[in-house]
């Protein structure tokens, strides 16, 4: 083989070493980008991920705080609901039926009834009008829904005695109490409020008068002893004498509204007083044609 022969083979066999390194090169060269951009497409799905999530974890602490903070509040609405009978608020029951301004407390004994109470309520909320109703425990454990209706809507719940058997209530001063405690509890449970007290009664049949009125007069200071007010009525609509028709209503208002200043209606929600019910808008008109200004007990136990 001559040299020229040997020359020749020897630069093939160098241009192909060459050639073989140059695509040794580029191969590892296009291993490495893909690996490069497998890497950095790994690193953009795992910072996108952790952006991702820490958006989700900021947004559940939004959600949260914001689910605290709607918690406080309805805790402090639920305090606000709670009546406290201070100093102020005793004096204020004491003097119920004085006032300098006209006002007016329509008050409702002996329901809830599941036929009469929610055609009240109907009123009441179309009217933009808070009652006060003197509830019957007995009463309440049969209707925990109309009762927690009346709670919601802000009209001012107290307690007429779980019973309404007077031979029961008049026992003995203990057992009006008794009655007081038994009520309550039936309206804390329809409420779901384990702590509301109205510190207000109604003695069934009324505070004076009566076989009872010595048990009642014991009774009242039992009451007093554990911070518990109650008050009467010094206006009639006459349902509790079987008034049927909203002129009998009427005319038994004119007899003593004129009177006051300051009116606490006696009304009745029983289930068999359906005349009630329908001669309430009357009854409002009344009260707004001579310029009173309806009131709870919420204005009054403070």
């Known amino acids: 083989m001559d040299l020229i022969s040997i020359r020749r083979k020897y630069n093939n066999i160098r241009n192909i070493i060459i050639i073989s390194f140059i695509l040794v090169v580029c191969v590892i060269l296009i291993l490495t980008i893909k690996e490069v951009n497998k890497n950095k497409a790994e690193e953009n799905v ?9 958006v989700a974890v900021q947004k559940e602490e939004e959600i949260q705080k ?8 309805e805790e402090e609405n639920r305090r606000n609901n709670l009546p406290q009978l201070t100093e102020e608020g005793k004096n204020n029951v004491a003097k119920i039926y004085k006032s ?7 008050t409702f004994d002996d329901g809830p009834s599941s036929t009469v109470t929610p055609k009240i309520l109907d009123v009441l909320k ?24 009346e709670y919601e809507e802000g ?15 008049y026992s003995s001063p203990q057992s009006v109490l008794d009655e007081y405690n038994n009520c309550v509890r039936a309206i804390q449970n329809a409420i779901g409020v384990p702590d509301y007290n109205p510190h207000l009664f109604r003695f069934p049949g009324g505070f004076k008068g ?25 206006a009639l609509t006459s349902d509790s004498a079987g008034a049927k028709t909203t002129e009998q209503f009427i005319a ?27 001669a309430l808008p009357t ?20």
């Open 46 to 54: 795992f910072l996108s991920y952790s952006e991702l999530k820490k």
């Open 66 to 73: 914001q689910k605290e903070e709607q918690q406080k509040i």
């Open 100 to 106: 300098d301004t006209k006002r007016v407390f329509l």
């Open 126 to 149: 179309a009217e933009n009008i808070k009652a006060t109703f003197f509830l019957l425990g007995s009463r309440v454990e049969l209707n925990p829904e109309i009762v927690k209706r």
């Open 155 to 169: 009209h001012y719940i107290a307690s007429h005695g779980y019973s309404h058997v007077y031979s029961q209530i």
């Open 210 to 234: 009566g076989k009872y009125e010595k048990i009642k007069f014991q009774a009242h200071d039992l009451l007093e002893q554990n911070n518990i007010a109650h008050v009467d009525w010094n």
């Open 252 to 278: 038994e208002l004119e007899k003593t509204v004129p009177k006051y200043n300051s009116v606490v209606v006696l009304m009745h929600d029983a289930g068999n007083k359906q005349a009630t019910a329908e």
């Open 283 to 302: 009854i409002i008109s009344y009260f707004r044609e001579r310029g009173y200004e309806f009131k709870s007990f919420y204005d009054i136990i403070k």
